[in-house]
């Protein structure tokens, strides 16, 4: 019986409402380089690119929209306990109305102390600039896991897709580590669920079901599906 839904979501998740994905062509690490963007190095070389990459990001997010697949996992919560564990620094699934989700690399509606990770702000309006600081005077950073950084919500996310009885893994590439791990943790006998156009990489889990075809086309049709099951 299914009681426990565990959401692992990706880029593909936002990628109807206008927000690019990371390695697919047109991606956003075709056209940013890793290491100019998204690292501590890079920060600590060239800061002015790397607030203009996230601020970008961040005001194109104001104008986006949750789309028809965030809107159907909200609908799951009349049912089932729902937990979303997100590698997407988009907060669409909270504006769907999603009640627990955990972002594993971050939020890009969020800034923090470039030295105390947990002194946390909203994002100003406009993005952030140098010069912005915390209380303490310390630059503001964006509040996201660069490559080559902890993430502390990892232990989190395991011992929550440990307790899944269904994981429905959406659009993600399951490319990035620790976060893609994440698929190894489900106990024996749950049910494992990719919705994803792409092919699959994780072979290792067995009885996956893979739907082939984008997020939004698939979710609302199968959420009416597992609603139909209690
Ligand atoms: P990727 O860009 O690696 O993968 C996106 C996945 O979404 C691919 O498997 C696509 O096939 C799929 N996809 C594309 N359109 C879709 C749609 N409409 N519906 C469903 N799926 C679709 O993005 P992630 O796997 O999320 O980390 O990348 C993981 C991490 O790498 C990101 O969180 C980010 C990035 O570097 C950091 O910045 C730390």
Same mark, same amino acid.
């Given at each position: 019986?299914?009681? $426990?839904?565990?959401?692992?979501?990706?880029?593909?998740?936002?990628?109807?409402?206008?927000?690019?994905?990371?390695?697919?062509?047109?991606?956003?690490?075709?056209?940013?380089?890793?290491?100019?963007?998204?690292?501590?190095?890079?920060?600590?070389?060239?800061?002015?690119?790397?607030?203009?990459?996230?601020?970008? $990001?961040?005001?194109?997010?104001?104008?986006?929209?949750?789309?028809?697949?965030?809107?159907?996992?909200?609908?799951?919560?009349?049912?089932?306990?729902?937990?979303?564990?997100?590698?997407?620094?988009?907060?669409?699934?909270?504006?769907?109305?999603?009640? $627990?989700?955990?972002?594993?690399?971050?939020?890009?509606?969020?800034?923090?102390?470039?030295?105390?990770?947990?002194?946390?702000? =909203?994002?100003?309006?406009?993005?952030?600039?140098?010069?912005?600081?915390?209380?303490?005077?310390?630059?503001?950073? =964006?509040?996201?896991?660069?490559?080559?950084?902890?993430?502390?919500?990892?232990?989190?996310?395991?011992?929550?897709?440990?307790?899944?009885?269904?994981?429905?893994?959406?659009?993600?590439?399951?490319?990035?580590?620790?976060? *893609?791990?994440?698929?190894?943790?489900?106990?024996?006998?749950?049910?494992?669920?990719?919705?994803?156009?792409?092919?699959?990489?994780?072979?290792?889990?067995?009885?996956?079901?893979?739907?082939?075809?984008? *997020?939004?086309?698939?979710?609302?049709?199968?959420?009416?599906?597992?609603?139909?099951?209690?």
């Amino acid at each position: 019986m299914i009681r $426990r839904i565990v959401v692992f979501s990706g880029a593909g998740m936002s990628a109807e409402s206008g927000l690019k994905t990371f390695r697919d062509s047109g991606g956003l690490w075709e056209t940013h380089r890793i290491e100019d963007v998204a690292t501590p190095e890079a920060w600590a070389r060239n800061p002015e690119l790397v607030l203009n990459f996230y601020n970008q $990001r961040f005001l194109q997010l104001k104008k986006a929209l949750p789309n028809h697949a965030h809107l159907a996992l909200v609908k799951l919560e009349s049912c089932f306990e729902v937990e979303i564990i997100t590698q997407n620094v988009d907060d669409l699934h909270e504006r769907a109305g999603s009640s $627990r989700v955990l972002h594993l690399h971050g939020e890009l509606v969020k800034c923090r102390s470039s030295i105390y990770e947990n002194d946390i702000y =909203p994002m100003p309006e406009l993005g952030l600039r140098q010069g912005d600081c915390c209380r303490m005077g310390h630059q503001l950073r =964006p509040h996201i896991v660069w490559f080559g950084e902890a993430v502390p919500a990892m232990y989190d996310a395991e011992l929550i897709a440990a307790q899944a009885d269904l994981l429905l893994v959406i659009g993600t590439s399951l490319n990035v580590y620790p976060a *893609a791990g994440l698929i190894y943790r489900v106990q024996t006998g749950a049910n494992v669920i990719v919705v994803d156009p792409g092919e699959l990489s994780i072979s290792a889990v067995k009885g996956i079901q893979h739907y082939k075809a984008k *997020a939004s086309d698939v979710l609302p049709k199968l959420v009416d599906d597992l609603l139909k099951l209690v």
